[in-house]
């Protein structure tokens, strides 16, 4: 098992993954949730508000589709109304001005499908920690750059954001950034130029963080596409995929592969834990929440148009079977979920968050704010089913309902109304290469 081991700082010393066996082959169930069921009981820091979870509607007939009834406004049946009630499929991944969209219908052979795999593949490999000292303040890091593709109006892009506008501004400007067989050479890309590529705007006082952990991780995933199995690219690696699974692999079946190949994907840990009063317990533990959203985002860039057309990435009999994978565990999940009252925080939690204090990557709190998102974003999609939706219900798109509530919460552009809810607290502060 491949696992790091955090120092005293608060970033651990992730450029120097040590490479071992990778994990065996995982049961057909996803191994995050019961490492997340684990860790939130062995830890007993965060809360999952059961009682909400109980009284959630009982009316919700479809996921993401037009709400057909009314009823009572406890929390959690107020945040059920909210996502049922928003037009969200996976092919609302497509409506997003900055997103680079695949040709329709898929054809492996044009360019553009090649250039969305790749580009949504770097972004995966370096979608974390973008957390600023400076939140709320003009000079945090951000890139500037249009508001959309085609767009003549520009704007500062910050958090996430700020890496998907900083790779569309090198492609505009003619930088091949996407392309693993450039960004993995020194030669052709050094380190100078990546640095340029990532450049903050004039007003921002601050760099990019963990700059040489995405420097170190664009060279080890670029150099492993590039092998002689996978030809150069993720379209290389998702045929390489498909030939390994016979044309039957799943959506976890891919997060096992990519898990598998790239150690800097590995989001798993040894944990301390305890059974019963005497036995104690040392056990791997898996969040993979990159893995994951790779594996989402890519489900949701060619989900077809008529979703009775077989998903092109997963072809097979079971399809993708999204419905297994989990939300993917980082510091605005939980933000949002607590400030929903699904999540309850003890009064040192919230006094550490609100002081700004560090998490360390692998303290007790951090992995029971990880876990305790997972299990109930899992509640959450249970409850959804049991009232009876249309379709399986996926926490793919409950987490991306999530984050985007999250973001437009801290933009002021949304407003929760007839729900009790807790303030707003700070995210929690953890530097990793994680999330």
């Not at 400076?134 to 109006?153: A, F, L, N, P, V």
């Not at 489900?299 to 077989?310: G, I, M, R, S």
């Not at 003890?346 to 609100?354: D, Q, R, T, V």
Request: proline share 7%; with cysteine; glycine share 4%.
């Amino acid at each position: 098992m491949t696992f790091f081991v955090p120092s005293p700082s608060p970033v651990f010393d992730e450029k120097h993954i040590q490479e071992s066996v990778p994990p065996l082959k995982m049961h057909p169930t996803n191994p995050v949730v019961s490492s997340a069921e684990f860790v939130l009981e062995q830890t007993n820091i965060v809360k999952i508000n059961d009682d909400a979870v109980k009284k959630a509607t009982q009316y919700v007939n479809s996921i993401f589709h037009i709400i057909r009834e009314h009823c009572a406004s406890d929390r959690f049946t107020q945040i059920l109304k909210q996502v049922s009630s928003e037009p969200y499929t996976p092919r609302t991944w497509r409506t997003h001005p900055l997103h680079i969209c695949p040709p329709e219908p898929y054809d492996p052979d044009d360019i553009l499908t090649g250039a969305c795999l790749n580009w949504i593949f770097l972004i995966s490999s370096l979608n974390f920690s973008f957390w600023s000292e400076k939140e709320g303040q003009q000079d945090r890091y951000g890139i500037e750059w249009r508001t959309s593709w085609g767009s003549e109006t520009m704007t500062v892009h910050t958090g996430y954001w700020s890496l998907v506008a900083a790779l569309n501004r090198a492609l505009e400007e003619g930088i091949p950034i996407i392309d693993p067989r450039f960004y993995s050479s020194e030669t052709l890309c050094p380190d100078s130029l990546i640095a340029h590529v990532f450049r903050a705007a004039p007003q921002s006082a601050e760099s990019m963080p963990l700059f040489n952990e995405r420097l170190a991780i664009m060279r080890e995933v670029g150099a492993i596409l590039c092998n002689n199995e996978f030809g150069g690219s993720y379209l290389g690696f998702l045929q390489a995929f498909q030939t390994r699974y016979d044309n039957q692999g799943t959506a976890l079946d891919l997060v096992q592969f990519v898990t598998d190949s790239f150690p800097s994907f590995r989001d798993d840990r040894m944990f301390n834990g305890r059974r019963g009063k005497l036995t104690s317990l040392c056990l791997p533990v898996y969040f993979w929440k990159r893995p994951q959203i790779l594996v989402a985002e890519t489900w949701a860039a060619f989900y077809p148009e008529n979703p009775y057309t077989p998903h092109p990435i997963f072809p097979g009999l079971d399809g993708a079977r999204i419905s297994a994978l989990t939300m993917f565990a980082d510091y605005r999940v939980p933000q949002i979920l607590h400030h929903l009252r699904i999540l309850a925080y003890p009064p040192s939690l919230k006094h550490e968050l609100c002081t700004g204090k560090s998490l360390r990557a692998g303290s007790r709190e951090e992995m029971s704010l990880r876990a305790a998102s997972i299990v109930a974003v899992e509640r959450m999609r249970s409850e959804m089913m049991r009232c009876g939706s249309d379709w399986e219900a996926s926490c793919v798109l409950i987490d991306f309902y999530l984050w985007d509530l999250a973001k437009k919460l801290q933009r002021g552009k949304e407003c929760l109304e007839g729900i009790e809810t807790e303030d707003i607290l700070p995210v929690h502060r953890t530097r990793s290469i994680w999330y």
